[in-house]
Structure formats: C-alpha cells, structure tokens
T-cell receptor, first 112, second 114 residues
C-alpha cells in the first residue's frame, strides 16, 4: 500500500463546481504539502502545513484552500473550479530531519 | 529570472554515454539541494541529496558550486532505464512564510537510446 494516498486519481469537472482532493499518509510525518504540475513548469507549491495547527500559503494559493483535519490528512479544495486549474496535483509529506519529500501518485484534474 | 532554473532538454544520448545536467539557483543563502527523478505520468522520487563536498551514488555524482550558485548531476554509463525527467530542488531558505518549503526547477528530460 502507498504511504501517501490521494483521492480521486482522476476527475473531470465543469467550471464553477467545488472540488476536493484528499490526501492521507501513513508515514507519521508532520509536514504535508500540495503541489500542482503543469507541462514545462515543474511543480509549484500551493499550500503547506508543518503541523495540524500550521497552514501556510505557497507560491500559487489563489483559488485554493486547504484543511488539515489530522496529522495524517490534508485536503485541497477548489471552491469554484476554472479551466486554468486543469493540472496534475501532488500531495507530499516530508521527513523533518532529512527534508526528503514523499509524493502521492497524483490527482489529474480537468476543468471544462 | 526563475529562482531555480534548468535546461529543459531533451537530452538524447546513446546507452553507455555520460551526461551532465546543471541547475542554477537565485538565492545565495539557499541551504539544501536535491535531485529528484520523475518518470512519465508518475510522482517524483528522491534520486539523491547534494552535499557541499559533492557525493556519489553508483553511476550518479552530484556536486554543489556555491560560488556560482549551481548544482550538477552527472550520470555515467547511461542505461535505458535512466530515461526520465530530472528535477532540481532547492530550499531557498528565505525564512519568510511561503518560502520555507522546497522550490522545484522545471526539470530536464533525458532520453537514453539503444
């Protein structure tokens, strides 16, 4: 079983709809992240959380919100999806000591 | 100028070749450096950390040049299975909120050909 699990893996939705992407982890890490990846642009940080009570905006947080429901769970919401939010979304956790990131398998979102 | 910059490639090399990638970063105070590998449509995975003195892991060698603000990855004796995108990752270390997490380059694509 994957240590970092994202659901759904694929989603097609329409403009204006509310979407939630969920992430859960069994690695016991405090630090969790949401990234999006667009072709040719690498990964861009949306939000990150260093513990349950700590939420921080990343480079591209506009149009997104997050919730850290527990140490193991970090969800990303798009309140009103728009087509330029079509992308591959990755959740990740990191080891506090080494800084290594562990990624989920990604959630591919298409907004029509 | 991007904060972490890589040549996008693609680098097309024959099996057995040696290939090197560079990555430049903008902040001289950057604290930690990594190379990640990403296969097509898959999640990135850590290839190796980059230490100040340089480090080697089998066919892979990573180096850091703080004076010129770049890191490099050298792959010797390329294998078909090395074909992937290689992501340079830097902790820019500014300390202000929103910048404490790692910053990714856009990746360099490597295609090793038989």
């Amino acid at each position: 079983d994957a240590d970092v699990t994202q659901t759904p893996r694929n989603r097609i939705t329409k403009t204006g709809k509310r979407i939630m992407l969920e992430c859960s982890q069994t690695k016991g890490h405090d630090r969790m992240y949401w990234y999006r990846q667009d072709p040719g642009l690498g990964l861009q940080l949306i939000y990150y959380s260093f513990d349950v009570k700590d939420i921080n905006k990343g480079e591209i947080s506009d149009g997104y919100s997050v919730s850290r429901q527990a140490q193991a769970k970090f969800s990303l919401s798009l309140e009103s999806a728009i087509p330029n939010q079509t992308a591959l979304y990755f959740c990740a956790t990191s080891d506090r000591n080494t800084g290594e990131l562990f990624f989920g398998e990604g959630s591919r979102l298409t907004v029509l | 100028r991007k904060e972490v910059e890589q040549d996008p490639g693609p680098f097309n090399v024959p099996e057995g070749a040696t290939v090197a990638f560079n990555c430049t970063y903008s902040n001289s105070a950057s604290q930690s450096f990594f190379w990640y590998r990403q296969d097509c449509r898959k999640e990135p995975k850590l290839l190796m950390s980059v230490y100040s003195s340089g480090n080697e892991d089998g066919r892979f060698t990573a180096q850091l040049n703080r004076a010129s603000q770049y890191i490099s990855l050298l792959i010797r004796d390329s294998k078909l299975s090395d074909s992937a995108t290689y992501l340079c990752v830097v902790n820019l270390g500014r300390g202000d909120t929103g910048r404490r997490a790692l910053t990714f380059g856009s990746g360099t694509r490597l295609q090793v050909q038989p």
